[in-house]
């Protein structure tokens, strides 16, 4: 029973740190969302920068502040750069977990269902931020499913993988980074109920993943960065109807 697995052994199957679980939100001043805006728009135009240089920007901003909460930021927006020189940002990353092999190296995608790929990002509001978890397949490169949440967790990678394959059936491979997010218990355990091949990112290679990642920078250019969304219900259909758009 659920009650007899330690609280430290529950958080690792779900994916989230002990102190996670306990942890209360505190809401983040409008210099702080403001901050982490502007991080957000210089790593989608630079995914490649690490918090040395995302820090360098923000200072030519006019923006004052150290790299220490440069990098914190960094974390609660679960971003890193794709080729990060030294320290790779593992907050997000459950070392208990098993990491799989990338299997898409020098394989040739020609059809549906063949691979699907996920990944969260962080989107913004006018009063805040929320995270969206979206399911893609590699060849049509169409958004098959999606999820608007406040928190950045397996449930949320979990149920956006479950509504994909109750509308479109099962892919051969799945595709992810390496966030505790998708290495979980829950995740794994999803994708092996369905007999479907589990494939990573290399360490630190979020370009592994060039599918997701060019849908998530595309909604924020071409809408997120221009709507000044007022509320997370007006979020969800911008997002909805830029889906549809998209597809």
Known sequence: ELKDISMTRQCELIGISRSS????????SEQDIKIMRKIDEIYTDASFYGYRRIH??????GFSIGINRV????????????FPRKKRLTSIKNHEHKIYPYLLKELEINRTNQVWCGDITYIRTAKGFMYLAAVIDWYTKSVLAWKISNSMDTLLATEVLQDAINKYGVPEIFNTDQGSQYTSYYHTNLLK?????????????????????????TLKYENIYITDYQSVQDLKLGVANYIHFYN
Do not use: C, T, W
């Open 56 to 61: 360098m920007q923000l200072k030519e901003y």
């Open 21 to 28: 679980y306990y942890y209360e939100s505190v809401p983040y």
């Open 193 to 217: 109920k369905y007999n479907i091949k589990i494939s990573m990112n290399g360490k630190g290679r979020s370009i592994d993943n060039i599918a997701v990642e060019r849908f998530f920078r």
């Open 71 to 82: 990098l914190k930021y960094m974390n609660i927006l679960g971003i890193q750069a794709i």
